[in-house]
């Protein structure tokens, strides 16, 4: 599996993206997908999870409502459309995907995941 993250650039706060990831094989629409993001010098942090069914989960504390999960199957790609952006989102966004997972939890740990993106980088200016 190879996942292609697309998207990122340097917006004003208060602007909105979409940032896009496309992914390789035939598992896709089977698979669990996840975004997270990293800034230099600390973890990387969970953003938002939609399931292999089309469940979503966000990370409340970060998200607060800004950020939509979606996936398309027929394009195998995965979006997170990202509103109202604050200079705190600045950071290298990640996708990855679990292929395998058919339960009901919602995948928020980086350990869940088997295969990540390169990343794309948001930058947001004051």
């Known amino acids: 599996v190879q996942l292609q993250a697309s998207g990122g650039g340097l917006v004003q706060a208060g602007g909105s993206l979409r940032l896009s990831c496309a992914a390789s094989g035939r598992t896709f629409s089977s698979s669990n997908m996840g975004w997270f993001r990293q800034v230099p010098g600390k973890e990387r942090e969970f953003v938002a999870h939609?399931?292999?069914?089309?469940?979503?989960?966000y990370d409340k504390d970060s998200v607060k409502g800004r950020f939509t999960i979606s996936r398309d199957n027929a394009k195998n790609t995965v979006y997170l459309h990202i509103n109202n952006l604050k200079p705190e989102d600045t950071a290298v966004y990640y996708c990855?995907?679990?292929?395998?997972?058919?339960?009901?939890?919602?995948?928020?740990?980086?350990?869940?995941?088997?295969?990540w993106g390169q990343g794309t980088l948001v930058t947001v200016s004051s």
């Open positions: 939609i399931s292999w069914s089309g469940e979503r989960t």
């Open positions: 990855a995907v679990n292929a395998y997972y058919r339960g009901t939890y919602a995948l928020e740990d980086s350990d869940d995941y088997d295969y």
